[in-house]
């Protein structure tokens, strides 16, 4: 499976922006596709995943209620919309899918990774 992440950018505070990550290959495989992010000088920290055929979400506590994470099963992509971003959000975005269930906030469970976007929130 190949995963090929797009959409970061320089926004200032307070707006939006809308990550995409098309996937490829053994697709239909995949359990969950979801993101992570690595800020400047920090660990690379669980944002959101999708999972299973419901659609099932999760997110990190600290972008609840401001990102979406969603799919288009046809086009095999998922997207994480960004509202009302803050400095903090600054980071590279990583695109990642797993081909099992567990615990969904380790990076370990994760069995592809895309190339990283980079997000830039300016105050």
């Known amino acids: 499976v190949q995963l090929q992440a797009s959409g970061g950018g320089l926004v200032q505070a307070g707006g939006s922006l809308r990550l995409s990550c098309a996937a490829s290959g053994r697709t239909f495989t995949l359990y969950g596709m979801g993101w992570f992010r690595q800020g400047p000088g920090k660990e690379r920290e669980f944002v959101a995943v999708?999972?299973?055929?419901?659609?099932?979400?999760y997110y990190a506590d600290s972008v609840k209620g401001r990102f979406t994470i969603s799919r288009d099963n046809a086009k095999n992509t998922v997207y994480l919309q960004m509202n009302s971003l803050k400095p903090e959000d600054t980071a590279v975005y990583y695109c990642?899918?797993?081909?099992?269930?567990?615990?969904?906030?380790?990076?370990?469970?994760?069995?592809?990774w895309g190339q990283g976007t980079e997000v830039t929130v300016s105050s």
């Open positions: 999708i999972v299973g055929s419901g659609g099932a979400t």
């Open positions: 990642a899918a797993r081909i099992s269930s567990g615990n969904m906030d380790t990076a370990r469970g994760y069995d592809y």
